[in-house]
């Protein structure tokens, strides 16, 4: 099982490499980031082998819904810390840590009702 440790690692590689598509230079604008990490962040954390997935008892549904909840939330609580541009990929995994820490926190709060217990979802 990964650990959301991992999964973080994994989102923020995929995001990592796909700064060629928004600019040859390696810089993007924060609102462009912002937007990306929007979608890219719940359908990660939300894929059937992933933690958050695993470890809680929730749809696919209910565990988006939620992420996307998480990831509004917590753009909201560090756009106004970023830089217009985004320097990648030294500021992508930077501010993406940040933003992908605040959501996994944010949904095992959100969500510790639905913990599951487990030899792969050991007790927080």
Excluded at 81 to 103: F, I, S, T, Y
Aim: aromatic share 8%.
């Amino acid at each position: 099982m990964k650990s959301p440790a991992i999964v973080l690692a994994v989102l923020f590689s995929f995001a990592q490499a796909s700064a060629g598509a928004w600019a040859a230079d390696g810089v993007v604008a924060k609102s462009k980031w912002i937007d990306t990490m929007k979608t890219l962040l719940p359908n990660s954390f939300c894929s059937s082998k992933e933690y958050f997935r695993k470890c809680f008892n929730v749809t696919e549904d209910q565990c988006i819904e939620e992420a996307v909840r998480a990831t509004k939330v917590c753009v909201l609580s560090i756009t106004d810390q970023m830089p217009a541009e985004l320097h990648l990929p030294d500021d992508g995994r930077n501010w993406g840590g940040k933003l992908g820490r605040c959501v996994g926190e944010a949904y095992e709060i959100s969500l510790s009702k639905s913990r599951i217990q487990s030899g792969e979802c050991p007790a927080k």
